[in-house]
Each structure stands twice: as C-alpha cells, then as structure tokens.
C-alpha cells in the first residue's frame, strides 16, 4: 500500500529565513507525480508545487522548490524568504493512478515569527 | 470563473441523522472527489465521480454515499451519522482526462459537526 510520511507535525521559522519540511513516501511505481498543499486557515486546499517523478530537475515555483530524491523516496519542501502569510499546515500528497485518489500525509504545522 | 464551491459551511447534527453535503466543480472540470479530514489529520479519500458513476471508493462504509448530477455537480450523503464522522468534507474536483498527474482543486470545505 501506498503511504506518506510526514514525521514533523511543527516547524517554526524566521521571517524572511528559509525552512524545510520533510516527506517521504512509499510506492512500487515508476512514474508518478508527488504534490505539495498548503491548508490555511481558510481550510481550502491549495497546490503549492508538483514534482514529476520522472524528471531529474527538482521542481521550482518562485520562493518555493523541492528536493527530490527517488531512490530515497524523499520529497521535501523547501521555501525561501519566509513570509508570515507562509503560516499554514502543508500536506505532501501521493497519487494512486493519474486520475485517482491523493493520498496525503498528516501534515506539518508551519509558524512564521516575525 | 468560480472555483469549486461547497454548501453549507458548517452543519451540526446528532447522533442518527442523515446529511447531504454538496459541491460544484470548478468550471471545464468533469469530476468530482471527496475527502473527510479529522481533526490534525490530512484528508482520507471517500470516493470519486466520474459520468455519474462511482469510480474510485476509499476505506469508508457503506452509510457514506454520493451522486453525480448531468451538470457534474455532485452530494456526499451521510446516514447513521456517528460521533466519529465529525470532520471538515472537503470536495475536489479535477478533469477526468487531464494530462500532468492528478491535479485537485479543492473547495473550503464543509464543517460537520455530529453531537
């Protein structure tokens, strides 16, 4: 089965500094796509960064990028010059199948001091 | 171009009642997904709608069901509601035959809460 971990439930950073939040994950596939959501406290859902296995280049979205490491079935989230509206919970997400089901981590609680 | 939209907001009930959550797709989107997200806890897949059908179920039993309309909207019916099924019900909905992996969009959820 499929699964998703995400082990830190809190992180704290510094505005305007850099953090890095962790994922790893489990499947049997070749090609698959791995996402990043960002849930405020709106509660809405929304994608921050999507990395397709496939590709050796890590995927890039202005402050936000990814380190992807496929052997390690490591994917993490690394977002530069934090900004106090960075505060939120992040998901790393694994789909079953391209038009299937995302599976989601627990999430990490993301604080930003300023 | 609305985004997808979820009613109500929030929906208190008790113990073995029934509820209906609705959502409608964002524009061009063909099929819709439903999430349950407990407290602390990332989203769990219920099920997918697709052409009116169920194509994809997750791990939940049968009490929870759905319906797809002609215009892709979609329900999530919940009978024999259990303390246990308070959860924020997220709905996504997606192109069914979209290329470059499963690409969700998401409403903001409805809050149910079962006393």
Known sequence: AQTVTQSQPEMSVQEAETVTLSCTYDTSESDYYLFWYKQPPSRQMILVIRQEAYKQQNATEN?????FQKAAKSFSLKI???QLGDAAMYFCAYPTGANSKLTFGKGITLSVRP | DAGVTQSPT?????????????????????TVSWYQQALGQGP????????EEERQRGNFPDRFSGHQFPNYSSELNVN???????????CASSFFSGTGGLKLFFGSGTQLSVL
């Open chain 1, 63 to 67: 402050r936000f990028s990814v380190n």
């Open chain 1, 80 to 82: 530069s010059d934090s």
């Open chain 2, 10 to 30: 929030h929906l208190i009930k008790t113990r073995g009642q029934q509820v209906t959550l609705r959502c409608s797709p964002k524009s061009g989107h063909d």
């Open chain 2, 44 to 51: 769990q897949f219920i099920f997918q709608y697709y052409e």
């Open chain 2, 80 to 90: 024999a509601l259990l303390l246990g099924d308070s959860a924020l019900y997220l």
